[in-house]
């Protein structure tokens, strides 16, 4: 802290008396010169804290205005430390970086590329934790709510070859309102465990439930985490358990992730080409996860240098806003065929490995590999030179397809 130094002045005005007063106001002033003397001799006696006790006696204005002024501030500090305790609740996982100390030759740039789409954002805003939520994909529950806000999906079969998606969020990009939320299956863990993000779901297969524990993830479940969650009872259950942003932000206070950050490796990505570079005739992906209703195709737009998705034939679109959903980058991950099925139709898949991918960003389609060696490794896709493939700064799109079923571009 500064210290501020007051320095008082005193202004001593003589006022002169009228001339034919002179000898009257004369003999005033020496008196009072004489009476000042005394008290200071009587001052200068007297020990040091009687001394400042007297004069401070002698300004009780000032002591007062003193007092005031301390208050004031003491005030303010306490306001400014509560204010920030609940803001940071819905910022949660954000670091301290309100004083940074730095050199000459420190990078003191206040922008990062995000860790989990490549965006550019600012800095303390890179690496926050982040928050996937299991949401189904059945017909009657489209549009969903949220989707079009994510950073990250995932796209896989479940039974029934149906299939639920793994929508992952930075939590500054958490919506108002988030699902339908449906329940575990054990193969998505492999892709949260990637970003060591809080997983959110309502129950799951028993093998799920089982792995999260065993694994030690960050869980919220809603079975057992209620308050955090809402049904809308204008919709049939189990199709309309909801979340929303300032839900998710209690629950990180509450189980105590509020420092967790982002810890994973930033992939490689590359920034929008200009209008004229983009191409003119870019080819659409399609992807036939099964029958009709679960034909996934995206279009290019190049305007925006984005893909459109259709869902089962028409246009896929977000409950929240009405508006299409849209990727920057499309994904086929093609694995091999499905190990088992099991107790209710539950399917087993292998995930980790390596395989064929198809990579669509930019209006140009990549032909190429994956590969993720372990479950907490992030995928990474190289193209047939093995070069690792760089993706626009955005949303993704990651479709995980067994080698029995069928993608294309055309």
Do not use: C
Not at 319 to 345: F, L, M, T, Y
Not at 360 to 375: F, L, S, V, Y
Request: proline share 5%.
């Amino acid at each position: 802290m500064k210290e501020t130094k007051k320095k008082k002045e005193e202004k001593n005005i003589d006022k002169k008396p009228p001339e034919e007063n002179k000898e009257k106001s004369e003999k005033i002033i020496t008196e009072k010169k004489t009476d000042k003397s005394e008290k200071k001799e009587e001052l200068l006696k007297k020990p040091n804290s009687e001394k400042k006790k007297n004069l401070f006696a002698e300004k009780p204005a000032l002591v007062i205005g003193g007092v005031l002024v301390l208050g004031a501030i003491i005030s303010w500090i306490f306001i400014g430390i509560m204010s920030g305790q609940i803001l940071g609740i819905f910022n949660f996982g954000k670091s301290d970086s309100s004083i940074v100390e730095t050199d000459s030759n420190e990078d003191i740039s206040l922008t990062r590329a995000r860790l989990l789409d490549g965006r550019i954002v600012a800095k303390e805003n890179s690496s926050l934790l982040p928050v996937g939520i299991m949401i189904e994909n059945l017909p009657s529950v489209r549009p969903q709510s949220g989707l079009s806000k994510a950073q990250i999906i995932y796209e896989a079969l479940v039974e029934g070859f149906s299939t639920r998606f793994l929508v992952i969020f930075d939590p500054n990009e958490l919506p108002d309102r988030i699902g339908p939320v449906r329940s575990a299956r054990p193969y998505y863990l492999e892709w949260i465990s990637e970003y060591d993000g809080l997983y959110v779901h309502a129950g799951g297969s028993p093998e799920a439930l089982a792995a999260v524990d065993g694994l030690g993830l960050k869980d919220l479940n809603a079975l057992h985490k209620g308050q955090y969650f809402w049904r809308d009872s204008s919709l049939s259950a189990p199709h309309n358990l909801f979340t929303s942003k300032e839900l998710l932000g209690y629950a990180v206070r509450d189980l105590g992730f509020e420092d967790s950050v982002a810890e994973f490796d930033l992939g490689i990505y590359s920034s929008d080409p200009d209008l004229a570079d983009r191409p003119e005739d870019a080819k659409k992906v399609i992807i036939r996860f099964s029958g009709n209703n679960y034909e996934v195709e995206y279009q290019y737009d190049r305007d925006s240098d984005e893909y459109l998705r259709f869902n089962g034939g028409v246009e896929h679109k977000d409950s929240n806003n009405d508006q299409q959903i849209r990727a920057k980058n499309v994904i086929v991950v093609e694995i091999p065929p499905v190990v088992s099925i099991g107790e209710k139709g539950r399917l087993t898949f292998d995930i980790s490995g390596e395989g064929r991918a198809l990579v669509a960003r930019h209006g140009e389609i990549i032909e190429g590999t994956w590969e993720k060696p372990d479950r907490t490794s992030k995928t990474r896709y190289y193209d047939l030179n093995g070069e690792e493939i760089d993706l626009g700064r955005g949303s993704t799109w990651v479709h995980i397809i067994p080698e029995t079923q069928e993608y294309t571009y055309e």
